[in-house]
T-cell receptor, first 114, second 115 residues
């Protein structure tokens, strides 16, 4: 158990809908990262937050947004969902920011868009 | 941006033999190279990492080597056991100069340990 908690574990929704994925980082970790894992794209970095502020953006679509709250948990919001958004979404956390920082992953949320 | 290539995509070895997975990266500024193991239905688990100021690191049956000049790094697993069967991912960490970072992952290697 990495100590990173993600909810829900599974989510099934229809195209055009909006969903929110939640992540609680390891105790004391200030950085939260979101990744998307799909068969064709592999594991792709979406966005990073550090102590409530956005620090880095990867291949995140404009329909997606995230935030980190004062208690350090984070939410990833996915809107106007398309079939191609079906994937595993992982949250990872690390104690600080900057390169060369180890990151620990949660168990993921499997999103299915029908 | 960073690009990480990983080979092979599938590796089958006999139990007790060694397994080697290789990765190359493109951005010479990358300075952190973790390896993750992912079992079915689970999230990636950090198993070992290496920083750019080190050429080799070992942890029991697992070792990682880094060649900065050639921009490649490898995972070595010795005395493989059935529980080593999983998908292994290499990654390279990049920075944006503001202290932020993200990981670029390879496509993964499905390691199969044959009894």
């Amino acid at each position: 158990d990495s100590g990173v908690t993600q909810t829900p574990k599974h989510l099934i929704t229809a195209t055009g809908q909006r969903v929110t994925l939640r992540c609680s980082p390891r105790s004391g970790d200030l950085s939260v990262y979101w990744y998307q894992q799909s068969l064709d794209q592999g594991l792709q970095f979406l966005i990073q937050y550090y102590n409530g502020e956005e620090r880095a953006k990867g291949n995140i679509l404009e329909r997606f947004s995230a935030q980190q709250f004062p208690d350090l948990h984070s939410e990833l919001n996915l809107s106007s969902l398309e079939l191609g958004d079906s994937a595993l979404y992982f949250c990872a956390s690390s104690p600080r920011t900057g390169s060369a920082t180890e990151a620990f992953f949660g168990q993921g949320t499997r999103l299915t868009v029908v | 941006g960073e690009n990480v290539e990983q080979h092979p995509s599938t590796l089958s070895v006999q139990e007790g033999d060694s397994a080697v997975i290789k990765c190359t990266y493109s951005d010479s500024a990358s300075n952190y190279f973790p390896w993750y193991k992912q079992e079915l239905g689970k999230g990636p688990q950090l198993i070992i990492d290496i920083r750019s100021n080190v050429g080799e690191k070992k942890d029991q049956r697992i070792a990682v080597t880094l060649n900065k000049t050639a921009k490649h790094f490898s995972l070595h697993i010795t005395e493989t056991q059935p529980e080593d069967s999983a998908v292994y991912f290499c990654a390279a960490s990049w920075g944006t100069g503001g202290g932020a970072d993200g990981l670029t992952f390879g496509k993964g290697t499905h390691l199969i340990i044959q009894p």
